[in-house]
């Protein structure tokens, strides 16, 4: 159960921990000090629907066809966090990137929202990663553990969200040096391949 939980802990935080459009928004907001924990929490709770959504719909709707491609669906998903993985090493090896934030005029709790809705629905890696690769890695688990897992999952966009917007202020300083992104990048990279190496030895390809 706890290897179950901590699997979707750490694949959830490893595909929303890197810096995108919609965490820079977040440490945008958490920097100004506006609407702080509505931001966090629309977001955290965001994540929570798709991957809830994921892990319900193709259990239910695609469970015999996966069912009968385990192997291959087991695979693919290894190759996918391998190249999550590559991009991260790739990262660590050239970054020299910083983080810029751009600070603009003040706005209300619903314009903010709607920043918020727009970076998080519009982007179509959110739902590759939330509904169908955390949908089909949750596959490996039944039952109780299947619900552990996107707990787990879900339990780690509401600890990374919370953590960005009320830490921004403390991280700008410190993700401005080019040796913390490496940091991070590596840590990320670390993680994708050791779920991939589980994956594919669940799916027998090693």
Not at 11 to 25: C, D, K, P
């Amino acid at each position: 159960m706890i290897s179950a939980f901590l699997t979707g802990f750490f694949l959830g935080l490893s595909l929303i921990v890197a810096i995108g459009a919609q965490n820079a928004f977040v440490i945008r907001q958490g920097i100004l000090g506006q609407h702080v924990f509505y931001v966090a929490l629309f977001c955290a709770f965001s994540d929570a629907i798709l991957i809830s959504v994921g892990v319900v719909g193709v259990s239910f709707f695609l469970n015999h066809f996966i069912s009968q491609n385990l192997n291959i669906i087991f695979g693919f998903s290894a190759l996918w966090l391998s190249g999550y993985g590559v991009i991260r090493l790739s990262s660590v090896l050239k970054s020299n990137k910083n983080l810029e934030i751009e600070i603009s005029s003040l706005k209300g709790l619903l314009p903010t929202i709607s920043v918020a809705a727009t970076l998080t629905f519009l982007n179509p890696h959110v739902y590759l990663d939330t509904m169908i690769l955390i949908g089909s890695i949750s596959q490996q688990f039944s039952g109780l553990y299947k619900f552990i897992f996107a707990l787990g999952a879900c339990t780690a966009s509401f600890i990374f969200f919370f953590i960005l917007a009320y830490g921004a202020k403390q991280l700008k300083p410190l993700m401005q040096q080019p040796f913390s992104w490496k940091i991070l990048d590596s840590f990320i990279a670390l993680i994708m391949f050791t779920i991939a190496f589980k994956l594919a030895a669940f799916g027998n390809w090693l």
